[in-house]
């Protein structure tokens, strides 16, 4: 038996939210950390995961979840474009 996880925040759960993101080298997202990212288009994304630590995943495909809870997208390093944040 599975147990269900009534929390709707909780990082499992599909997202109740989106934000388009710009990304930016000094602001964290506007709503609050994400759940995962959606790429649109093909490339790098670097992020600021919400433990604090920096990070690149390169070459992500187009039409990619990352699941990975982030506060920041930068703008440098970041070379994919159309991504979404997934609350």
Not at 22 to 33: E, G, M, Q, Y
Not at 43 to 72: A, D, H, Q, Y
């Amino acid at each position: 038996m599975t147990k269900k996880i009534d929390d709707p925040n909780h990082a499992t759960n599909p997202a109740i939210g989106v934000e388009e993101v710009t990304p930016s080298d000094d602001t964290d997202l506007s709503n609050r950390d994400c759940r995962a990212l959606y790429v649109g288009t093909t490339g790098n994304v670097k992020v600021k995961l919400v433990t604090g630590e920096n990070i690149t995943f390169v070459n992500v495909p187009s039409g990619m979840i990352l699941p990975v809870m982030v506060k920041r997208v930068f703008s440098t390093g970041t070379v994919a474009s159309d991504i979404v944040a997934l609350y």
